[in-house]
């Protein structure tokens, strides 16, 4: 049952804390009370998802991006590698989390992202073939609206029908500019290869993007996992407008730390539930390593600084913070076929509009993105230019380009574009999340670090020159493009470097604030079974665990770790 007044609860004190529902605190909640016998609170600070159209409708997530309503509202510290812009850190503040307000972009990255968890926490479970059928768990593959024959665009045996939260491919509501995308894999197959599915782990080439949406609609963590058949089971309270302020009533129990429960406000007063099992921290990036240090877990040297006092010293909190570096190449096309002719056209919005509300079809169904490419570079160029590989294999990607017919952003009225977003896949730069108060309902100092090495503003040059090259060489753009909006052609290392520092924005996909390391090393928040080091009782489950940035968005990623944490914790407590 979700409920929005802490007076309504039946108590408060439940066997699992889950502080956080989000993306991957609503998993948790919900297959930890598969087993009746645990009772689950959730605490989520923000507010109900219940009929809030711009996160349902997919293409109106622009829109929704805009509300503070629904937004932490968080400002970032000046980035010095962006000529000290302050860039948006976008953190959604609803039920569901980031899930209800993200790009709905399903990609799991590739296998070699996941050997290369397994192979740093030294826990052959976080390997991709043993997170494979947590994948599925999460799954719930879906025809796309428009019924359209699918054969060629997925391959089927990589996927799922039988988990919770839906993904689907796009209605085909661009076929012009689709055609254009795919076209270019025929006539330029060594750069662009086809790549049937990008989700089988190996994702390198150009393929059709497959999305978080069922039926039309946005599938969140809250639309799928606290759906209608969850929501009423008596063990699962979900309660709205919580925030979390810190852990409370430590204890230490054979030198380690355990607290009893968690502090939280609402409406003005503070109030503590208690875990009887554990506490399971799904707060994401900013949140999760927040109340960490508020709690006094974190740098000894930081806590004191601000009167703290340090419960447990582990000075990886809240640090190696890593985000996708993002911008993107805009062209006016020959054509009347891009998303302005919606956006631009009140007529043509209103019908659209009116044809989803009739029956969840047509063009709102669909985000914008119609395809996504996956490419490397040549060993080669990273050697002769001192740098390292910094992919974690073969088969994964460094950059990534996402096709779509329009423009974020405004776009010059009776104008029609195309753009394509690049991102640099293996950021080397690395920030923090960190607190410079003793309030905890103070913002904490969120810094993503954002192109501080050399390696990412390399990268991010070379993925321009893919396209150019791209839109240069394969045929089936000619007559269709019919200007750059910026012209980067022949520009200078410098020029496209400085074209990025200036335009360059954040995928949104931070992690790795409160990262999981093997169980002896002297670094790390987490402990493979995503226990935090040095306590007991306490678990995170969320984003800010994963030790790298996976060569995708991070949503199923996050997922996958969600299903195979509350599986850790249903092993812990379950029947022996
Ligand atoms: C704008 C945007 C677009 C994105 N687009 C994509 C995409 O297209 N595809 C993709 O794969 N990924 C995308 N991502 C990234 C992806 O959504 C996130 O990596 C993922 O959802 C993180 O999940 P999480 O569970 O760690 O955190 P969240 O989903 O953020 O969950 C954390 C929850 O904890 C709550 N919380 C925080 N602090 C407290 C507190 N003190 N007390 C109580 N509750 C608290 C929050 O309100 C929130 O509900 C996007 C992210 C953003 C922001």
Redesign the pocket.
Known sequence: KIYEDVSQLPGLSYDFIV???????NVVANRLTENPNFSVLV????LSNEGVVDSIVPFLLEDF?QQPTYE?NYTSVPQAGLNGRNVAN??????????A???????RGAMDDYDRFAAVTGDPGWSWNNLLPFFFKNEKWTPPVDHHDTRGQFNPSVHSSEGINSVSLSALTWPEFSHHVIQSTKELPNDWPFNVDMNSGKPLGLGWIQ??IGGGKRSS?AASYLGPEFITRGNLHVLLH????KLVNSNRVNGKITFGGVE?AQGGALFTAKATKEIIL???????P??LLHSGIGSQKTLSHLGISTLLDLPSVGQNATDHPVFGLGWTVNSNQTQESITQNTTRFNEAFAEWNRSHTGPFTS?TTTQLAWLRLDNQMFTSNNFTDPSPGPDAPHIEFAFSPGTLGSTPPGSHTISVGIAVLHPLSRGSVTINSSN?FASPIIDAGFLLEDLDIFTGREGIRKVLKLFNQAPTWQGYLVAPTMDLEDHSDDALDAYIRSTMFP?????STAAMSAKNAGYGVVDPDLLVKGASGLRII???VMPFVIS???????YVI?ERGADLVKKAWGPK
């Open positions: 502080v956080g529902g989000g993306t991957a605190g605490l989520e600070a923000g991006l932490w976008l953190k959604a503040f609803i039920l569901g989390g980031c899930s307000h993200n790009g709905m972009v399903y990609t999305s978080t963590s919580a925030q979390v302020s939280f799904s707060a994401g990036s900013v949140g999760t927040n109340i985000e905890p995928a949104y996909h931070l992690v969320d984003a800010s995708g968005h991070t949503q199923a990623a996050t969600a």
